[in-house]
């Protein structure tokens, strides 16, 4: 199993343009989660799926959208660029049943850089 | 609101010491505890994890111990090496929910040759 794949790598964007990051995992988790990380601070939920066709917000929601049409994937969608999006961005999953009470698995990060 | 706390932002041994990292969590409702490794450039890797029902748990070379009691969470690694250089941090899940998992900002443990 290839795990969580996240692409790009890297990206600079400029301030107003868009773009999508990709997220994709083969263990046919149900559920899928994006992460950013800013120095210095713990991961902050953007949005979260339980499983296909069901998305909501985590903490942090606001200039980003999410879709979620299959199992696999789960990319997150930026929208207006803005140099507060700065940071890097982790893509996580992990299966539904063990009460609840099962690791997230994460994939490399996309390191954004918006000037 | 919740939080999850880690003691040292930096912490350096001796390769072939023991290390202990620590952890403090704010809710007491938290049930699920998972230690994380990340090193430069990569994700977030699971290293072991406990259920609020346990006090320890051990995996290879690890061993992580849960004080419900006083909200502390420690990551004990045996023998470190080299390669355990990383920055190490904490997550706790809340009960209710799917997804409310609280993340610790992490400690950078440095392996002294």
């Known amino acids: 199993n290839a795990g969580v794949t996240q692409t790009p790598k890297f990206r600079i964007l400029k301030i107003g343009q868009s773009m999508t990051l990709q997220c994709t995992q083969d263990m046919n988790h149900n559920y899928m989660y994006w992460y950013r990380q800013d120095p210095g601070m713990g991961l902050k939920l953007i949005y979260y799926?339980?499983?296909?066709?069901?998305?909501d917000k985590g903490e942090v929601p606001n200039g980003y959208n999410v879709s979620r049409s299959t199992t696999e994937d789960f990319p997150l969608r930026l929208e207006l660029a803005a140099p507060s999006q700065t940071s890097v961005y982790f893509c996580?999953?992990?299966?539904?049943?063990?009460?609840?009470?099962?690791?997230?698995?994460f994939g490399n990060g996309t390191r954004l850089t918006v000037t | 609101g919740e939080s999850v706390g880690l003691h040292l932002p930096t912490l350096s041994v001796q390769e072939g010491d023991n290390s202990i990292i620590n952890c403090a969590y704010s809710?007491?409702?938290?049930?699920?505890f998972i230690w994380y490794k990340q090193e430069s450039g990569k994700g977030p890797q699971f290293i072991i994890d406990?259920?609020?029902?346990?006090d320890k748990r051990q995996g290879q070379r690890v061993t992580v111990l849960l004080n419900k009691t006083v909200k502390h969470l420690s990551l004990q690694i045996a023998a470190t090496q080299p390669g355990d250089s990383a920055v190490y941090f904490c997550?706790?899940?809340?009960?209710?929910?799917?997804?409310?998992?609280?993340f610790g900002t992490g400690t950078r443990l440095k392996v002294l040759a």
């Open positions: 997550a706790a899940k809340l009960p209710s929910g799917t997804y409310k998992y609280i």
């Open positions: 799926s339980v499983g296909a066709g069901i998305t």
């Open positions: 996580a999953s992990r299966p539904s049943g063990h009460n609840n009470n099962s690791p997230l698995h």
């Open positions: 406990i259920r609020s029902n346990m």
């Open positions: 809710n007491s409702a938290s049930d699920y």
